[in-house]
Every structure is written in structure tokens, then in C-alpha cells.
């Protein structure tokens, strides 16, 4: 049976993994009969946002794989407890956890770097020549992960479709409905709540993205 990592940023749409996608992403994955093992790094979040007010809370300090935890029921584990002969794809979901705490673009825009513990554990996955899906905003690290003229979509906001680009990648616009696919990278990406009005839009895209992200596994 094929099992896919899920990689986690927090729990908490401002400060972490967007809830919705990360939940339809695995429902995705279940109703497909795949197994899955989420995954998040053991590193401090950026910050801590109240998610009633939206307000930063200066005073607080929570880890992402902690957090990550409370989506994961408790099965998650760290990005270097990784196994990947274990694994046939990877997939990460969105919300800002992925700007703010695999990488930092939500600060540094375009100059932005990923974490080095989420790069070491994409890379695996890269080296292996395993399909990653990326979600919402997690397509930033795109072109800091694979090699310039890599194609991939965060929506149609004109600014970060611009540093998309000027990172090295090749954005295409795509809708809450559609997928962008790079086969010669094997990545699959979808803009998810970039652009979904609702968590029923949201999962027109995810489930294009889940079912494309298998069938390249057995295209290997």
C-alpha cells in the first residue's frame, strides 16, 4: 500500500498549517486508501497569533511540532525521523506556517530561505524522485528547493506571483479549481485558500492535487 508524508508548519491558519487543507489532505489520502505519517520540524514558531482577534501574542512561544501534534491526533513526527525508502510522495499544505515557519518569506519576501531542517527533508524527497504537492502559500519554497524555470502556482495575487518569478520560478495562474503540474520536476502545486471562498473550493483543488500526486507514483 502507498504511504505519503505529510509535512505540518504549526496548527492555526496566521501561525501555522492552515487546518482546512491539512484535514483535506488526509481525508483525500484515506479515502484513496493510502497511508499517511505527518511530519513537522522540532523548531520555535515565528510567533503566536490569537486566532479571535488576530493579534500577535508577544508574551507566548509554541513549537511546530507540538502544535502540528493537535492536527495530527498525535501521530506526527520529526522531519528527521524521516525514512524515505518508507515513502512515495510527499505533500504539504498551506497556511502562513509555511511562509512564517518552514521559510520566511511572510518577512523576506523574495530574499526569503527555508528552514534547514524542511530543506534537508524536502531534498530527500527530491533526490528520490518522489512527487511533492504544495498547497496555498507552501509553493514559495518552490524555487529555493528545485532548479530556476521550475513551474508552480500560488493563485493570481500580482505580488507574489512577482517573487515567485524573480526567485527563479516560472508561475502559472491557476484557479481554486485547478492544478499546475512541473513533470519534469514531479511537483504538483493548487491554490487552495489563495482563492477558495469556501472549504468546498478548497477541496476542488486538494483532491486534484492528491489524485495527481498518486498517479506520478506509479509513474516512477
Known amino acids: 500500500m502507498k504511504k505519503v508524508a505529510v509535512l505540518l508548519s504549526g496548527c492555526g491558519v496566521f501561525d501555522g498549517t ?5 484535514v483535506l ?17 522540532d523548531i520555535k514558531q515565528m510567533h503566536v497569533v490569537d486566532h479571535l482577534t488576530g493579534e500577535v501574542d508577544a508574551t507566548a512561544s ?32 498551506g497556511g502562513f ?10 518577512t523576506n519576501g523574495s530574499e526569503c530561505e527555508v528552514d534547514p531542517l524542511v530543506t534537508d527533508f524536502i531534498n530527500e524527497f527530491i533526490l528520490a524522485k518522489k512527487p511533492v504537492g504544495f498547497i496555498c502559500i507552501a509553493p514559495m519554497m518552490i524555487p529555493r528547493l528545485y532548479p530556476h524555470g521550475v513551474k508552480g502556482t500560488i493563485g493570481n495575487d500580482s505580488d507574489t506571483v512577482a517573487a515567485f518569478n524573480l526567485m527563479g520560478g516560472e ?34 483543488g486538494i483532491d486534484k492535487l492528491v489524485a495527481k500526486v498518486l498517479e506520478m507514483t506509479d509513474a516512477r
Open 171 to 204: 508561475h502559472q495562474v491557476a484557479t481554486v479549481h485547478e492544478i499546475v503540474v512541473d513533470e519534469a520536476n514531479r511537483i504538483i502545486s493548487t491554490p487552495a485558500y489563495m482563492l477558495a471562498g469556501s472549504i468546498a473550493e478548497a477541496h476542488s
Open 25 to 41: 489532505t488526509l481525508l483525500c489520502l484515506s479515502k484513496a486508501g493510502v497511508h499517511y505519517q505527518c511530519f513537522a520540524p
Open 18 to 22: 492552515e487546518i482546512h487543507e491539512s
Open 62 to 93: 509554541r513549537n511546530v511540532l507540538v502544535e502540528s501534534a493537535r492536527i495530527a491526533r498525535g501521530e506526527v513526527k520529526s522531519t528527521t525521523e524521516l525514512a524515505i525508502a518508507e515513502f512515495d510522495a510527499l505533500i504539504i499544505p
Open 97 to 106: 506556517g509555511a511562509a512564517k515557519n518552514l521559510c520566511n518569506f511572510a
